[in-house]
């Protein structure tokens, strides 16, 4: 399974299978585009005749080539077998340990953002707050369920957290007096709008929190289209000053400023270079998963403009980071000389399995995006995991139990891609979701572009 693109003044070929990549001459491009589709010599006469002012294209260059790829697959770095496919059909087999919670600390929010899939921070149901015995109950259930795993993550969310700030506080308390007992290290985050970030609140998160996301989508005029108070006026001047002093307490690092972007925004590139420019270093922008009823979500006829913006995203990074003014761009972020394990790569991100969202009455979703559907109940922090069923379901949710991935480059960049996207787009956990697929496929080829960029400087 190979991928042949061009972006920005590079010719990449990408071995899905391997995770190899190359980046090489317009000749060699041109023939490992086709070497899978035509005969050598009719691939030869062609390249001959496509090159015939180029002095130092003929047959014995030509048929080097050919040689240089022939190696390149004994070496199993193009054109390589699959070999991983066995590999996912034992997943089901593998022991549960639980690794990171979601808690919703608060079905509620100061802001009633139009998009927000929570239903304005409820997850339509009531308002509520988690209280601190849920919350123990929860840190508990992740010891217990952990296995002999040290490092532990816990992601405060909601809604807004701090609107129950009083009970984070006890609970990462509760957490670090936990830690001495049971030889556990325990990664806190914090996701908040900023509305009530003061400075105790930045106080705490940066003495207590390993990352903290910050609620910001891009221009003035983006945000306070949808990121509103209840009486709909705009908070972009009310969170702004909070998040860039926070993001200076945290010395630029261990944060992201996190975006929408939606049907309204496709030129999404502006937001993300306005909040650089504002000083931003670590930045995140998703697109919308909404019905495809709503005026906000995004459409097949936005995908091209959108792969564009991408583009013009990455290229610009690429400028920035020659100049030493460079940031970070969350979906940008690839290893190519290590990264994940084969195993997580297979199984993406452990929803339902590794990973799990808690509700303030302490119930178990398999992640926040399932948060209220009562048929992905798992079971609750008190008393475990009670649908196994369901949970076998998702330990089987990987990359190769998706048809539409069969034949994809990116298949093991993704893992499958987002459990909850696909059912929501698909009705099936196994399914897919186009857009979401198009979009990823997308910003890998952009991730490897800037990183053949970083190995080739002066080019």
Same mark, same amino acid.
């Given at each position: 399974? %190979?991928?042949?693109?061009?972006? &920005?003044?590079? &010719?990449?070929? =990408?071995?899905?299978?391997?995770?190899? =990549?190359?980046?090489?001459? /317009?000749?060699?491009?041109?023939?490992?585009?086709?070497?899978?589709?035509?005969?050598?010599?009719?691939?030869?006469?062609?390249?001959?005749?496509?090159?015939?002012?180029? *002095?130092?294209?003929?047959?014995?260059?030509?048929?080097?080539? !050919?040689? /240089? =790829?022939?190696?390149?697959?004994?070496?199993?770095?193009?054109?390589?077998?699959?070999?991983?496919?066995? @590999?996912? #059909?034992?997943?089901?087999?593998?022991?549960?340990?639980?690794?990171?919670?979601?808690?919703?600390?608060?079905?509620?929010?100061?802001?009633?953002?139009?998009?927000?899939?929570?239903?304005?921070?409820?997850?339509?149901?009531?308002?509520?707050? +988690?209280?601190?015995?849920?919350?123990?109950?929860?840190?508990?259930?992740? #010891?217990?369920?952990?296995?002999?795993?040290? &490092?532990?993550?816990?992601?405060?969310?909601?809604?807004?957290?701090?609107?129950?700030?009083?009970?984070?506080?006890?609970?990462?308390?509760?957490?670090?007096?936990?830690?001495?007992?049971?030889?556990?290290?325990?990664?806190?985050?914090?996701?908040?709008?900023? =509305?009530?970030?003061?400075?105790?609140? +930045?106080?705490?998160?940066?003495?207590?929190?390993?990352?903290?996301?910050?609620?910001?989508?891009?221009?003035?005029?983006?945000?306070?289209?949808?990121?509103?108070?209840? &009486?709909?006026?705009?908070?972009? /001047?009310?969170?702004?000053?909070?998040?860039?002093? +926070?993001?200076?307490?945290?010395?630029?690092?261990?944060?992201?400023?996190?975006?929408?972007?939606?049907?309204?925004?496709?030129?999404?590139?502006?937001?993300?270079?306005? @909040? *650089?420019?504002?000083? !931003?270093?670590?930045?995140?922008?998703?697109?919308?998963?909404?019905?495809?009823?709503?005026?906000?979500?995004?459409?097949?006829?936005?995908?091209?403009?959108?792969?564009?913006?991408?583009?013009?995203?990455?290229?610009? +990074?690429?400028?920035?980071?020659?100049?030493?003014?460079?940031?970070?761009?969350?979906?940008? @972020?690839?290893?190519?000389?290590?990264?994940?394990?084969?195993?997580?790569?297979?199984?993406?991100?452990?929803?339902?399995?590794?990973?799990?969202? %808690?509700?303030? *009455?302490?119930?178990?979703?398999?992640?926040?995006?399932?948060?209220?559907?009562?048929?992905?109940?798992?079971?609750?922090?008190?008393?475990?995991?009670?649908?196994?069923?369901?949970?076998?379901?998702?330990?089987?949710?990987?990359?190769?139990?998706?048809?539409?991935?069969?034949?994809?480059? *990116?298949?093991?960049?993704?893992?499958?891609?987002?459990?909850?996207?696909?059912?929501?787009?698909?009705? /099936?956990?196994?399914?897919?979701?186009?857009?979401?697929?198009?979009?990823?496929?997308?910003? #890998?080829?952009?991730?490897?572009?800037?990183?053949?960029?970083?190995?080739?400087?002066?080019?």
């Amino acid at each position: 399974m %190979v991928h042949c693109y061009k972006l &920005n003044g590079y &010719n990449i070929v =990408i071995d899905g299978n391997s995770g190899a =990549i190359h980046s090489v001459d /317009d000749v060699a491009f041109d023939i490992i585009s086709l070497y899978e589709s035509a005969p050598k010599d009719e691939i030869i006469r062609r390249m001959l005749e496509k090159y015939k002012d180029r *002095a130092d294209v003929n047959e014995t260059e030509l048929n080097e080539v !050919f040689d /240089d =790829i022939e190696a390149l697959k004994k070496q199993g770095k193009l054109f390589a077998e699959d070999i991983y496919a066995g @590999m996912a #059909i034992d997943f089901k087999k593998r022991a549960s340990v639980v690794k990171a919670l979601c808690l919703h600390i608060a079905h509620d929010c100061n802001l009633a953002c139009e998009y927000c899939f929570a239903g304005k921070g409820e997850y339509h149901g009531d308002r509520s707050l +988690m209280s601190f015995e849920v919350g123990k109950a929860a840190l508990d259930f992740l #010891i217990q369920n952990s296995g002999a795993r040290t &490092n532990l993550e816990v992601d405060f969310f909601g809604g807004e957290p701090l609107l129950n700030f009083e009970v984070v506080k006890k609970i990462v308390a509760y957490g670090r007096e936990q830690e001495k007992k049971h030889k556990k290290n325990f990664r806190f985050t914090l996701t908040t709008n900023g =509305i009530l970030l003061d400075d105790e609140a +930045m106080d705490f998160a940066n003495r207590e929190m390993s990352n903290v996301v910050l609620s910001l989508d891009g221009r003035k005029e983006v945000h306070d289209r949808f990121r509103t108070y209840r &009486n709909g006026k705009g908070s972009y /001047d009310v969170v702004l000053p909070k998040f860039k002093k +926070m993001a200076d307490l945290r010395g630029q690092k261990n944060y992201y400023i996190r975006g929408t972007y939606t049907h309204f925004n496709t030129d999404f590139s502006n937001d993300i270079l306005h @909040m *650089a420019d504002l000083g !931003f270093k670590e930045i995140s922008v998703e697109p919308v998963v909404a019905p495809p009823t709503e005026p906000y979500a995004l459409t097949e006829e936005d995908v091209p403009k959108l792969c564009e913006q991408y583009e013009i995203l990455a290229a610009e +990074m690429r400028k920035r980071q020659r100049k030493g003014s460079g940031f970070t761009f969350y979906h940008y @972020m690839i290893d190519l000389d290590k990264g994940p394990c084969i195993v997580k790569r297979l199984s993406g991100c452990g929803v339902g399995t590794e990973y799990m969202a %808690v509700t303030p *009455a302490g119930e178990l979703y398999p992640c926040h995006q399932f948060v209220g559907d009562k048929k992905f109940l798992l079971g609750n922090v008190f008393d475990g995991i009670t649908n196994t069923e369901l949970r076998d379901q998702f330990k089987l949710c990987n990359v190769y139990a998706k048809k539409d991935c069969a034949d994809c480059f *990116a298949h093991l960049y993704c893992g499958g891609g987002c459990a909850a996207n696909s059912y929501h787009a698909s009705g /099936d956990i196994n399914g897919t979701y186009k857009i979401g697929c198009d979009l990823h496929r997308k910003r #890998i080829e952009c991730a490897v572009m800037l990183k053949v960029a970083e190995a080739f400087p002066n080019d």
